[in-house]
């Protein structure tokens, strides 16, 4: 039996205004797609505003950014301009104000699943973001502004779900770089990472953040005690960060191009549920510390590598070819895709950590390694030849 039900029947019946029939025709896709052609794009963008305004957390960024959200349908396009600034609500940015410098466009389909839900699973793919923001000079002054454009689209952005992610939120209250104008990764996270979440985890993330600061940085470590009630959370860093030990969180002062610091850290405080290697990024100090470090990630755990456009940089000792791969992050990645599979492999030529590696999830620039037992033995020779 069909439960499919056409809200514009409704809407004949006693003109119903687009949020009536926006609400009754839930998360099925044939009502949706009916009510979003059935209205001018400028009667449900009103509508999609207002509920925006309404769902945004307080700016938390002390300059006033603007920021603007293209609606599309088709080639058509309108354009709402949000004014975004600490101590008040978020607004409408008048035609006198400050010019965008972050862009948000969603399909007014897309947009309506991620405010009506259920948010559909592709996460931050379904939209395009740009940064506008090009600093005056690469000095400290001349990036400052970012932090507040950054804030500022976070803003909009958790404005623009039913379902916000705890830790976009998280990441925003706690200053780490994990969601905002750079990286969308939090949404990624929580997708692996929410069945753990009330669980007794023990996190070890690589690179606290700061550098050489002793009290800047931890963002990402706030971020995980808070996320994760239970949870006892490590970081590692080149320098000296125990000003930001806390109860719950507990910083070491370690390299992690050396595997023997590496494997001395897991001995003394794993085995891990999670790691995150989100360090130097320099490719050979990826490979190597997972090398030490994933076998004392448990069962059931994740080992997280960010930033895998390293491999395409030299300054990092990536390549830019990507065949050239062998010593890059990616390379090794590539060479895990092998791995899984190598009860498959005839001639047996890897294997590595393929016993224990249980599954992989790619995403742009962040990859998620599942540990596990993978022992399925194979396809049988007779059928394989
Ligand atoms: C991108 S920041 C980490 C940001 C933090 N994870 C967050 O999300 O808020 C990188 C950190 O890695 C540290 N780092 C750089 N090289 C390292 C190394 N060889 N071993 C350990 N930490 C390193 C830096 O000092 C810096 O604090």
């Not at 000079?137 to 803003?155: C, D, N």
């Not at 995150?276 to 320099?282: T, V």
């Amino acid at each position: 039996m069909s439960t499919f039900s056409d809200p514009m029947a409704d809407r004949k019946a006693d003109s119903a205004t687009p949020i009536e029939c926006l609400r009754l025709a839930g998360d099925d896709t044939r009502s949706l797609h009916s009510v979003v052609h059935s209205f001018e794009l400028a009667d449900l963008t009103a509508v999609l505003v207002d509920e925006i305004l309404f769902r945004c957390d307080p700016p938390g960024n002390a300059d006033p950014v603007a920021v603007v959200l293209d609606v599309t349908r088709g080639e058509e396009r309108v354009s709402t301009s949000f004014l975004v600034q600490a101590g008040r609500p978020v607004g409408l940015n008048g035609a006198d104000g400050p010019a965008a410098l972050f862009r948000i466009e969603y399909d007014v389909l897309d947009l309506v699943r991620e405010l009506f839900g259920p948010s559909s699973p592709g996460g931050p793919a379904n939209r395009r973001t740009e940064l506008r923001f090009v600093p005056e000079s690469m000095t400290v002054e001349g990036v400052r502004p970012l932090g507040s454009i950054m804030a500022a689209a976070s803003t909009i952005l958790t404005g623009c779900s039913s379902d916000n992610p705890g830790l976009a939120r998280l990441a925003l209250r706690h200053d780490s770089d994990k969601w905002g104008g750079l990286h969308w990764f939090a949404a990624l996270y929580e997708r692996h990472l929410r069945q753990l979440r009330g669980q007794p985890v023990r996190v070890l993330e690589i690179g606290i953040g700061g550098y050489d600061h002793p009290t800047l940085g931890g963002g990402s470590l706030k971020m995980w005690k808070h996320y994760f009630p239970r949870g006892l959370v490590f970081g590692v860093d080149l320098y000296d960060k125990s000003g930001l030990d806390q109860q719950r969180l507990h910083t070491l002062k370690a390299d992690q191009s050396d595997p023997a610091q590496m494997i001395e850290i897991a001995e003394r405080h794993g085995p891990f549920d999670i790691v995150i290697d989100d360090g130097s990024h320099i490719n050979e100090h990826v490979r190597t510390t997972f090398r030490a470090l994933f076998p004392h990630v448990r069962a059931g755990g994740l080992y997280v590598i960010e930033d895998l456009w390293t491999s395409y940089a030299p300054g990092f000792g990536g390549n830019e070819a990507p065949e050239a791969c062998d010593s890059t992050t990616l390379g090794l990645v590539k060479r895990l895709v092998d791995d899984l599979h190598y009860e498959e492999q005839p001639l047996k030529t890897t294997g590595g950590v393929g016993p224990s590696l249980a599954g992989m999830h790619l995403y742009r620039n962040i990859a998620f390694l599942e540990k596990g037992r993978n022992a399925e033995g194979g396809i049988p020779g007779w059928i394989r030849h």
